[in-house]
């Protein structure tokens, strides 16, 4: 899918024709455009992403875009910059963690994941396996944490497996029934962490 | 003639080649200020005749003088006639008159209360001055230094401020510069400002702590450096810890071992000796001190020892911060490639000592820490006027959000996200027929909005009369590169909007600051209860509204009985919402609920007959002979 400009556009500036966000007359920033979170980094769209080839995706954007590279810059393009920015930030943000990433990937496929639009989750064996699952950490004692923590990392990493085949084949329903597993498993990982570790008070 | 050949978007600024404009940096710190400028990378600190690069953050003003005194000058006047003299105003930026209470004991001056809950004013011998007017005088004296030294035209600068400065704070040092006349390039977090100075020395990579202990403050920030890319990925700190408190510490046992006793006036001579003592121990194992008043002179010897066993409260405060910065960002000590010391108080050896132990490490500290700030400084400004390819990627240092129903508080961005940012939340009205929202935005890590500073307050007016629940509230926050936040608000069926930009309406202390920070990490567990019993309150308020309409309209429905039976339930609820118990209130919820139960289903009965005979028969006759 992606974006795909249809007509030509012309420069905010100068009036010329431009096939970048940089025109290549007159050297001055044009506004976003509407990019999906993938296009917008020049990344495609997959759930398998790279952990680095994103940050230097990133890092490579915001060189280009961020507003400290137009300090001198004229009002105009003072504020594209920091549109540019703000929506490559919003981007990184949503594609670095793996919920956030299958949670925007089924929402552009329209397929908001259950919960998130205000319905109820009809899934009896994620209900189970979820109860299961609270009821271990609930039992544990102190030295059991460890064990149930290199559980719950196997579990994780499986699950972001099973994502990654179920978006590359296509299959929502595999990837919603994932994305959920995947929502209760990252809650109960914060609350395995909270149970091991308590916040550091400050004095 | 040579060409220079420049990267497509590298090519230099119009006045880059302007010879007689300069781009500096500066360090406007709450004791001492700094100026540095950078030539080809090179940054250096702009020193006066005799080699002084400090500038006191001092300003007196002095009686039938319009021009004031900034500096070390002023800071002999402050020994006379300290009624003159304000120091330490960086702790009052973005401050209202209602929060200066607990710093009014660094001022000589009368704190003045215009009664609107504005901006501080002080009153200076007579004279009314805002703590921006009195930065703006450090400002100037500082650019005119950059000018004399360089020989140019001064007007655009990169200032730092503590990584933990608010948006109040962040606006007030802007608008100070504005007075000062110099355009302010960026607004740079000093933290960041000091690893860029240590960054593009050495050209380092990997993860970085910046350990920034000041006079007044102390901040902690962890931070990713890659190819002249500077990610901060975490910030935390104390912003009423500094060097200061060590001297406190030690001008209160000095007084102890004369026998107690002291009158107000001798305060600061005290707090002066102990500060040279615990300069001397930076060196020295030991070191004497006189002091001399109320009539008797006594010699005190202070060892290193004693010293570290008095301040090593204070120093632990500070590693547990940076313990809670490292585990915000999910980073173990070992995993650090170095170890930053910004501040003077960096000097102690037992703050060496501790951040040594903690991150098994040296920590770098060849650039003098009152200096890198400001050098870090210089080098944005130039990388901003004269264009670079290094990069500042910041964050967010504390939670923004709005206050909901029952005092509670929904975070809209959580500290630590990168900046710049826009998000947007959607929010409804809670009773019918209401037309207006009022907007409350706060700043702080609690689930209470009173135990957070309140940023702003604004109406979203105009909203059509609908059912409670009927409206979508869109409220947007956008947080720019500087960190200054605006907010707006609008109704998506409307359009009806308004749009703030967040001035300080008054706030808090530094003190009161700290004491959030604190509390916030000791009361996340008595947060979320206090949250869930506000909660409860609301559901409980909610059915009390609803059952209120109802019973306006078709009360006619219950007997004498059944309407004394709801009407108990509601003031049993009424009761248990007054106090603490959650368990109580959801008690008495659902026992309201369930007396209300036969009332709601008869009113049911009767709509659905309404629906059926509202249209009587010689209306519905003439509506057929018309179709």
Known sequence: MGVEITAPVSCNSCGGQIEDAICGGCKSLQPPGQLDHFARLGLSRDFAIDGQALERAYFAAQRRFHPDRFAGRGAKEKTFSLQHATLINEAYETLREPLPRARYLLEIEGRPLPGDDGKTIADPELLMEAMEWREALEDAAPHDLPALKAKLDGELTAVEGALSRAFAGHDLDGATHQALRLSYLSKLGAELRRKAAPRIAVP | ?627
């Open chain 2, 1 to 627: 003639m040579l060409l220079d050949i420049y990267e497509p978007g590298e090519t230099p600024l119009p006045h880059a080649g302007d010879s007689d404009r300069a781009a500096v940096g500066i360090d406007l710190g709450t004791t001492n200020s700094l100026v540095a400028v950078s030539v080809n990378g090179r940054p250096e600190i702009l020193r006066d005749a005799l080699g002084d690069g400090i500038v006191p953050s001092v300003v007196a003003y002095l009686e039938g003088d319009d021009e004031p005194v900034v500096g070390r000058v002023a800071t002999r006047i402050l020994e006379q006639e300290p009624e003159l003299v304000v120091a330490s105003v960086k702790r009052l930026m973005g401050r209202g008159t209602g929060d200066v209470a607990s710093v009014g004991g660094h001022l000589a001056q009368k704190i003045r209360d215009d009664g609107q809950g504005g901006m501080v004013r002080l009153d200076v011998g007579g004279r009314i001055v805002s703590p921006v007017e009195v930065s703006g005088e450090i400002l100037r004296t500082l650019r005119q230094r950059a000018e004399l030294v360089l020989g140019k035209t001064v007007d655009q600068a990169v200032i730092t401020v503590p990584a933990y400065f608010d948006d109040a704070a962040r606006t007030a040092t802007r608008d100070a510069a504005r007075l000062a006349g110099i355009e302010v390039l960026r607004l740079v977090n000093e933290p960041t400002a000091a690893a860029l100075a240590y960054g593009l020395d050495q050209g380092a990579e990997g993860l970085y702590a910046i350990y920034d202990l000041g006079g007044g403050t102390f901040d902690v920030s962890l931070l990713k450096l890659e190819k002249g890319v500077f990610q901060v990925l975490a910030t935390g700190g104390d912003a009423a810890l500094g060097g200061d408190d060590f001297d406190r510490a030690l001008a209160e046992q000095l007084i102890q071992e004369r026998g107690g006793g002291i009158a107000a006036g001798d305060v600061k001579p005290v707090l002066a000796a102990a500060r040279r003592a615990k300069e001397a121990l930076t060196e020295a194992d030991t070191t004497t001190l006189d002091l001399e008043f109320g009539s008797r002179a006594t010699r005190h010897t202070v060892t290193r020892a004693g010293f570290d066993a008095l301040i090593a409260p204070l120093v632990a405060r500070t590693i547990a911060a940076a313990k809670a910065v490292l585990q915000d960002a999910g980073v173990g000590p070992g995993e650090l490639s170095g170890v930053v010391l910004v501040g003077g108080s960096t000097r102690v050896p037992l703050v060496r000592a501790e951040v040594t132990a903690l991150f098994g490490r040296e920590p770098l500290s060849d650039i003098d820490p009152d200096e890198v700030v400001a050098l870090g400084a210089a080098l944005q400004a130039e990388a901003l006027t004269i264009g670079s390819d290094t990069l500042l990627l910041d964050v967010v240092p504390l939670s923004l959000g709005l206050e909901t129903m029952g005092g509670l508080i929904e975070k809209v961005i959580p500290r630590n996200t990168p900046i710049p940012v826009s998000r947007a939340q959607d929010f409804t009205t809670y009773q019918d027929g209401q037309t207006a929202m009022a907007i409350h935005v706060v700043q702080g890590e609690r689930e209470m909005v009173e135990q957070n500073r309140s940023l702003a307050r604004f109406v979203l007016a105009g909203i059509p009369a609908m059912v409670a629940g009927a409206a979508r509230i869109r409220v947007t926050f956008t947080v720019d590169a500087d960190g200054l936040l605006t907010v707006s608000a609008r109704e998506a069926l409307t359009g009806v909007e308004a749009r703030v930009e967040v001035k300080p309406t008054y706030g808090l202390t530094d003190d009161e600051m700290t004491g959030m920070l604190r509390a916030s990490l000791e009361n996340a567990r008595a947060d979320v209860v206090t949250r869930l019993l506000a909660e409860a309150r609301v559901d409980g308020r909610r059915l009390i509204l609803a059952l209120d309409a109802a019973l306006a309209v078709d009360g006619d429905l219950l007997s004498a009985e059944e309407r004394a039976a709801i009407e108990g339930a509601k003031s049993a609820l009424e009761t248990a919402m007054t106090g603490d118990d959650r368990e109580a209130v959801v008690a008495a919820t659902e026992a309201l609920e369930a007396a209300g139960r036969p009332f709601a289903e008869r009113r049911m009965d009767r709509n659905i007959r309404r629906a059926l005979s509202g249209v009587d028969v010689s209306r519905l006759e003439s509506r057929l002979q018309a179709g």
